[in-house]
Nanobody
Framework: QVQLVESGGGLVQPGGSLRLSCAAS????????MGWYRQVPGKQRELVAT???????NYADSVKGRFTISRDNAKNTVYLQMNSLKLEDTAMYYC???????????????WGQGTQVTVSS
């Protein structure tokens, strides 16, 4: 199996920064796209940022210029550097990865358990 474990969430004041990490482990042959999504109670989960295995990136308009996604393929880890945080960035942040498992022909989608980010004064 494959597990995604997030870390780095917490409480921060508006204008502050946080760095989220997500490490994938298990029976992994390769990882294609990785990404971060977020969700607040009562709303749908929304895309924050994605990154391909070749490090091409895509961002939600609401975070462009403030958040940076990156990855370390050797460590099967994706990061989200969040700067200039706003109250509306408060959410549970989930890691996502498209993984080709050892011995498999297709990729499977995996999600982490989530890490809470709270922006409050």
């Amino acid at each position: 199996q494959v597990q995604l474990v997030e870390s780095g969430g917490g409480l921060v004041q508006p204008g502050g920064s946080l760095r989220l990490s997500c490490a994938a482990s298990g029976s992994i042959f390769s990882i294609n796209d990785m990404g971060w999504y977020r969700q607040v109670p009562g709303k749908q989960r929304e895309l924050v940022a994605t990154i391909t295995s070749g490090s091409s990136t895509n961002y939600a308009d609401s975070v462009k210029g403030r958040f940076t996604i990156s990855r370390d393929n050797a460590k099967n880890t994706v990061y989200l550097q969040m700067n200039s945080l706003k109250l509306e960035d408060t959410a549970m942040y989930y890691c996502n990865a498209q993984v080709v498992r050892n011995g498999a022909w297709y990729q499977y989608e995996y999600w982490g358990q989530g890490t809470q980010v709270t922006v409050s004064s």
